[in-house]
């Protein structure tokens, strides 16, 4: 598995049959970032592993894998948020 | 067009079946996500970093008004009204839901379409020429050799679990526009001395990380023993390609390894051992399937039109036909090229609307046909010069009458970060910033031909190496970061961009193409040299100062 | 580890060595003796030309689900004139037996999580859910080229 990044912890993945953004409440998944479990000391840390592992085992959602809940990286903000760009007609009308 | 005969329907049709079930396998457990995954991605189902996305094959870009009228049913019903037309192409969605994929392979099989092996280590789609019977310096149309391809390959029990992917293109020009150059087979109609058509075949090509052109492997292959042949380098390559190393599995790889004379040993010995064995088809059957791409009732007509000269006194029509024309063996006809490049918009993408607008041109204007090119445009092949000034006058209203063909603002672009999981950084806002940079339609006349091309990863969907202006979008420390290269060239003198400097930030990228070209034209030879042929000539040194702060590039000018 | 072929779950009927130990097991090999032999899938099938009159049994291994270079030595092995067991070993999954059965193999193993997971209808039931191809199989069905020929050669006649 691959080194587990710094707490604190949230667990993330992509729902199965929609592919939406996940986030793990410890209870199940939510598509709200806000309802994410944060895991913030050790014993967190390694319940979010756990859960993590069982996961991949049972196969509930896709790709499911750990980040570091504070991090600001461009990928997790366009993942959280969705493509930064319009789409569709929207992006028909693009003021110059 | 081809159409499908009983087998060919019963199988896609099978296919779809299959497919329902190996999606409630996976959602009743059966199958693990890793199983799964390996089932899905052959048949171009991916999950994107929001959602999945669904690959349809565009078998060698041609397509008919009603498939394109499918489409557009599909992105309304399944998607969010619109999809993206590829570098390969073929048309992606975005947002299909993994429990509509199955429902929605069943409304592609009505329309004789499908979406095997459009991802996975397999045989993918084959691409063609986009010009494929139009263009006058064809020897003979490659789609009915892509289309025998697209047969031999689908679903081939030996050939479905290669190394990694593996792409095949086939041209019938003397002109390259399929970039065979650059594909792991690439296939070249050609005649021997007496007369015989068959296959000069390049092996070992590819972009990605490490880009190659492919090597001559047979100057002259006849024409009956393709399939052979072909069933040969992949068997050489399934056996012997590596799996050890994901960017080291590509068949470029394993010529460049082993070295072009001993492959190809292994391959004429591999081949030796199928003579004999009928995987080749016979003449009956390359005619049964060369009758579907018979040229369409044309008219006679004269070489030239007066409705079409009259019309050109509009500045704007004349632009359009200087730019979005392309020269019709046939005389009275052109191909014209519908740009999907408005400025400031996604690369490739088309509403549904404008699918079903393109969709009625081509049966108004074009015998209902249409083709996918590999820059992300549409292209209607058989269009009377007569009728230019009406079809034109219908696409200003659609609002895809943009004259940009080949210029500075027909960008390829992958879909990038906004989109793609694999992406390192964003490609889609940067095509959209440099396009509204060179917005002005004089100015970029005046530049002419220069073709931009932006990946957003390593893996070079958007063909960045073969880019005049290549960009290639990485993650640099947690901020993205942009690899400027000049002097690709995706033609017949096939050529990989060379780096001109260190990466830059995404904001920095228009100020440094607009120094690339200001470089350009004032070294530039008269007013008619292209960008690619000053760079062959002047070499990469004099744009090094692009990417210099703008003092330091001033003074140095 | 469970066995099936395109019956159902089945017996092992071999006595099956390591390629390693091939040499020794033949030349031990007992007048009723059903010899078998496990080969990696990185052998050219060539290697096994010598021996293959001798063997009742082969079984290549399949490492993984995604390296399909098995499917290249099944092929090979009957185009080289193998005619006895053909056998898939490891992780192979059901969606894949029909094309382990065109390239020639008669059977499949796999191990006792998969099993549980993929019972043996599933193998069958996949399997039957293609039945058209354009490649030549060794398991009977012409292809979709030979059935077009078919075809003409008919109408040619009526």
Known sequence: MAKRPPLPLILTANALLDGDVVYFTRTGWSRDRAAAFVATDEAGGEALEASLEEAIQDGEVVEPYLIEAGQDHYRERIRLGGPTIRYGAEALNVPL | ?557 | MPLLDRNGWKAEGFDVVAYADLDAALAAKGPEQKLGVLVPNTIHPRMLAQFQDRLDLISVEFPKHSDGRGFSLGRMLRQQGYDGTLRASGHILPDQFGFALHDGFDEVEIDEAQAARQPVEQWLHARALISESYQQSADGPATIFEKRRAARVARAAR
């Not at chain 2, 058509?197 to 024409?223: D, E, H, Q, W």
């Open chain 2, 1 to 557: 067009m081809y159409r499908y005969d009983e087998f060919d329907e019963r199988l896609v049709r099978e296919r779809v079946a299959q497919f329902r079930e190996q999606v409630a396998r996976r959602i009743d457990g059966s199958l693990t996500e890793e199983e799964f995954t390996l089932l899905r991605l052959m048949n171009g189902l991916y999950l994107q970093l929001h959602a999945y996305m669904l690959r349809v094959a565009i078998p060698y870009g041609t397509l008919s008004a009603r498939q394109l009228r499918q489409l557009a049913l599909i992105a309304d019903r399944y998607d969010r009204g619109y999809g993206h037309f590829t570098t390969r192409q073929n048309i992606q969605f975005n947002w299909p839901r993994l429990s509509d994929a199955p429902d929605i392979l069943e409304l592609l099989a009505d329309v004789e379409m499908h979406c095997i092996q459009t991802s996975g280590n397999c045989i993918r789609n084959v691409t063609a020429d986009h010009f494929a019977g139009v263009a006058a310096d064809e020897i003979e149309d490659p789609r009915p050799t892509a289309e025998l391809v697209r047969q031999w390959s689908s679903l081939h029990p030996e050939f479905s679990f290669l190394p990694r992917k593996f792409k095949i293109a086939v041209t019938g020009s003397a002109e390259d526009r399929a970039a065979i150059g650059v594909h792991d087979i690439g296939l070249r109609i050609v005649r021997n001395e007496a007369g015989e058509t068959g296959y000069s075949v390049l092996v070992g090509g590819g972009l990605g990380r490490t880009p190659m052109i492919g090597k001559t492997i047979r100057a002259f292959l006849p024409r009956a023993e393709l399939l052979s042949y072909l069933e040969a380098i992949l068997r050489v390559y399934n056996l012997e390609g590596r799996r050890d190393n994901k960017y080291k599995a590509r068949i470029k790889i394993l010529v460049h390894e082993l070295g072009l004379e001993a492959f190809t040993a292994r391959v004429e010995e591999e081949f030796a051992a199928l003579a004999g064995r009928e995987i080749d088809v016979d003449a009956e059957e390359v005619a049964r399937i060369a009758a579907y791409f018979a040229p369409p009732a044309y008219e006679d007509l004269p070489a030239t039109s007066a409705a079409f000269e009259e019309a050109k006194r509009d500045p704007d029509f004349a632009r359009f036909a200087r730019t979005n024309l392309f020269p019709h063996k046939i005389p009275g006809y052109t191909a014209l090229t519908i740009s999907l490049k408005p400025i400031g918009a996604p690369p490739g993408d088309a509403t549904s609307d404008q699918m079903r607008v393109m969709a009625d041109l081509a049966e108004r204007f074009s015998f209902s046909e249409l083709r996918v090119t590999h820059v992300q445009n549409i292209v209607l092949p058989h269009v009377r010069l007569d009728d230019l000034p009406a079809l034109w006058a219908a696409l200003v209203e659609a609002g895809l009458a943009d004259a940009n063909v080949g210029l500075i603002t027909d960008i390829i672009s992958c879909p990038g970060m906004d989109y793609c999981k694999l992406a390192t950084a964003r490609s889609i806002p940067i095509a959209q910033e440099i396009s509204k940079r060179f917005a002005d339609a004089d100015r970029e006349a005046l530049i002419g031909k220069l073709g931009i091309k932006i990946s957003g990863c390593i893996n070079a969907c958007g063909h960045h190496h073969v880019g005049h202006i290549g960009i290639l979008g990485l993650d640099k420390a947690g901020v993205e970061n942009y690899q400027i290269t000049l002097g690709g060239d995706p033609g017949d003198r096939t050529a990989l961009g060379e780096r001109l400097g260190p990466g830059i930030d995404g904001d920095q990228v228009p100020e440094a193409i607009e120094r690339i070209v200001e470089i350009y034209l004032n070294l530039r030879d008269g007013d008619g040299e292209d960008f690619i042929d000053t760079f062959r000539r002047v070499g990469l040194d004099p744009f090094k100062v692009a990417l210099q702060p703008k003092e330091a590039a001033l003074a140095a000018a």
